[in-house]
């Protein structure tokens, strides 16, 4: 199986940072791409940023300009780090891993059990 591990969330003032990790382990082939979505109450859930395993990444545009992502091929980890944080980026982000299992295998989608990110006004 395919398992990720996320960190990083918590509490933050209005303007601050956080970093978020996440780590996928288990029996993996090859990943095509890893990213992370977030949900707030009520709310649709939707994509934050995305970077495939040729480093082409992508962006919400709400984020834009304060969001990086990045990863690390050899621990199979991606990163999210977090600049200038709003009050509206508060949500659970969950880390998403598309992958597959054997080589010529279909690539499925794999999550994490999400982090809660909180940004106080």
């Known amino acids: 199986q395919v398992q990720l591990v996320e960190s990083g969330g918590g509490l933050v003032q209005a303007g601050g940072s956080l970093r978020l990790s996440c780590a996928a382990s288990?029996?993996?082939?090859?990943?095509?791409?890893m990213g992370w979505y977030r949900q707030a109450p009520g709310k649709q859930r939707e994509l934050v940023a995305s970077?495939?395993?040729?480093?082409?990444?992508n962006y919400a545009d709400s984020v834009k300009g304060r969001f990086s992502i990045s990863r690390d091929n050899a621990k199979n980890t991606v990163y999210l780090q977090m600049n200038s944080l709003k009050p509206e980026d508060t949500a659970v982000y969950y880390c998403?891993?598309?992958?597959?299992?054997?080589?010529?295998?279909?690539?499925?989608?794999?999550w994490g059990q999400g982090t809660q990110v909180t940004v106080s006004s």
């Open positions: 998403y891993c598309n992958a597959n299992r054997y080589s010529g295998g279909y690539y499925y989608d794999y």
């Open positions: 288990g029996r993996i082939f090859s990943i095509n791409a």
């Open positions: 970077i495939t395993s040729r480093t082409s990444t």
